[in-house]
């Protein structure tokens, strides 16, 4: 080393070399990505990429049974809360919120619009009151959460994120919170990655959020889509409660986007589950052949005849004048109720039109089981009129 060149010299050489670390140091609220390179007692430290190193709190990296959930070389994502004067080393919070220790720091938070820890000590009138930094806050129950919370008091003894609102006073100052608000931001930008995934014909995870009865909304994450009750399942459902519950998670297939002019839901987002379970009509045409004998359940009774389910999704038709040997049938509820258990005989099945023809009438589903093996079994001869054909020419006959 020359004379010339100082230690620092080389330094600012090393720093010129280094593409990376010439980017712009985020600032106080900017969120950041780096590696994890180090990890004490109390603190985890982060490669940035920039001169100064992140320094998280290592109880962020923790779960609730306190058992630590990363190692070095793992990256993470995280927000700059604030600066250390002294070292230049950036400090980062995560979605777990800052905190605050004092009251400054509290000051700090709200001048900054940054997150702050607290625990929900108990319920009060018109929403919750939080424990932060040694002080007394109020959440009111519109901002403790994104939907309805029924019962607050769940949310005793659980320490959440917030953001001030308000903060007035002195020593015990008035202080307002909102958690909302942090759960809006974070929706807001789930929504941004997942419009990037979004296109028909995606699959995506999702979470149930709500069933009425013409189908399910589910949360993509941040985006909220639906799934018509009869692109559930291929089976029949009277509800969609029969197959799902509010917050399940599940996997959905996009099927249609429509853009809208409502800036709240830009898009209606049509989703199936259906979508992604195999047709079990592919299969029907082997599986229920002519002839074949099928046991099946009663789903459904109307004036002209009944139907049978006999696998989820498939459904066959027993006509009316199929249901009964030995008296006339003027309604099929004089025959069956829903829920019978029946045995039948396949008379036809067309898979084009999703239709199976069913006998549950035992005489004529044998006569037409031995014409059919009849049928198979020997051709028709050439030129041969069928059976009203051969009618019409015994007639005639008789006639001469």
């Known amino acids: 080393m020359s004379k010339s060149e100082s230690f620092e010299d080389l330094l600012a050489q090393f720093d010129e070399s280094q593409p990376a670390r010439k980017q712009t140091e985020p600032g106080v609220g900017d969120r950041v990505q780096g590696i994890i390179i180090s990890i004490g007692e109390e603190h985890a430290y982060i490669d940035l990429g920039f001169k100064a190193e992140g320094v ?80 007394r806050a109020f959440c009111p129950a519109s901002q403790i959460d994104i939907h309805f919370v029924e019962d ?18 002195g020593r015990r100052p008035n202080l307002v919170l909102s958690r909302r608000a942090i759960l809006e931001e974070e ?44 692109e559930l399942s291929f089976a029949r459902l009277g509800h969609p409660n029969e197959m799902l519950h509010e917050g399940q998670e599940i996997e959905v297939a996009v099927l249609r986007i429509e853009k809208t002019d409502n800036p709240k839901r830009p898009e209606k987002i049509a989703l199936s589950l259906r979508a992604l379970t195999k047709d079990p009509w592919q299969e029907a045409s082997a599986t229920y052949a002519v002839g074949t ?24 038709l027993a006509h009316i004048s199929e249901l009964c040997t030995d008296k006339r049938v003027n309604h099929p509820s004089e025959v069956v109720k829903v829920g019978d258990k029946v045995e039948a005989t396949v008379l036809g099945v067309d898979i084009e039109k999703r239709r199976i023809s ?33 009618l019409l020419k015994q007639s005639m006959k008789k006639q001469k």
């Open 56 to 135: 998280m709190d290592i109880d962020v990296l923790k779960n609730e049974a306190g058992e630590l959930t990363a190692k070095i070389g793992d990256k993470v994502e995280s927000a700059v809360t604030s600066k250390d004067k002294e070292t230049g080393a950036l400090i980062l919070g995560t979605q777990h919120g800052l905190k605050a220790h004092d009251l400054s720091g509290l000051q700090d938070a709200y001048s900054q619009g940054l997150p702050v820890a607290g625990q929900v000590t108990g319920v009060t009138k018109g929403g919750v009151e939080v424990q932060i930094a040694g002080q």
């Open 152 to 169: 607050l008091a769940e949310l005793t003894g659980q320490r959440l994120d917030f953001r001030i609102m308000k903060i007035e006073g």
């Open 187 to 230: 929706k807001r930008a789930r929504a941004v990655q997942i419009r990037a995934k979004l296109e028909v014909g995606a699959t995506l995870p999702g979470k149930v959020t709500s069933l009425q009865n013409y189908g399910a909304f589910v949360d993509l994450g941040g985006i909220e889509g639906m799934i018509h009750i009869s």
């Open 293 to 316: 004998k099928v046991s099946g359940t009663i789903s459904r009774v109307e004036p002209f005849g009944a139907f049978v389910e006999l696998t989820p999704g498939i459904d066959g």
């Open 358 to 390: 069913l006998s549950l009438n035992e005489n004529k589903a044998a006569e037409a089981g031995v014409n059919i093996e009849q049928y198979k079994q020997k051709p028709k001869e050439e030129g041969a009129m069928g059976s009203f054909g051969e």
